[in-house]
């Protein structure tokens, strides 16, 4: 069964670290979701999957990380450097180390290039930097939407693709928390809605103030961009997102379970 740090006690942790010693950390980001999604969409998207697991899942969850990087400049939205978003999750990854985990996942519910790129880096170090500890634990990076085939089937789209905001995230939100989905669906205009459903990292605005190799340019976000859709949310039902959610639970519960499997063998 999945045991939640924020309702537990000092005896509580060290009773649940007697069935499991595999920790989940969701980790989301304060960011737009165009006008129909909440702030917290990203945080939902690792959270809820956790929440719904339930007794199925053999792990210990913790409190989420809500702050990362996100890249975009809308209102709203909170951007914590690369950098700083890397160091903090390691010092988190070390305290669970400290306690006895050997198993250490992020589970990450932000699709950002950058923020993902800084993870992945993070974690990758540490296990660089101490090899004792490396040959002890496993670290795990392991991205919500990867966990549902049907999700991963909006990126793969052609010709456009359904990213950030779009048929699959909204259907997620319909699902684990209508509530918070507005009924109107605002676009920016057809032609930069179109571009961002072509690439993800289209929103980015490069300038150099020398147009030279070897100067490095400043990123922003793009000025005409209102809304920041990037995908097809008109399409998006509650059915949809329930499926999507079955599917996760279900690959998150397996994937917990052999790396238990793989601990105590």
Known sequence: MAF??????????????????TVIIPVGVVEQHGYHLPLSTDIHNAVDVTRLAGDRLNAIVAPSVNYCFSGGELLGTVNVSPNTFGLYISEIVAEFVRMGFE????????????????????LRMILRRNHDIAEKITLSLVEAWSLSPTWLSGFAMEPEHDFHAGLMETSFMMYVCPEDVRSEIVMDDDYIAGMMRTDQDWFEKRTKPIDHPFVVDTVGQRDEIEVGVMGFPERATREIGEKMCSEMIDNLVQYVDMLEAHRKG
Do not use: F, P, W
């Open 4 to 21: 939640y740090m924020e309702k537990m006690t000092v005896l509580d942790m060290k009773n649940a670290m007697k069935q499991t010693k």
């Open 103 to 122: 198993n250490i996942v992020c589970l990450l519910g932000h699709a950002g290039t950058d923020n993902r790129i800084a993870l992945e880096n993070s």
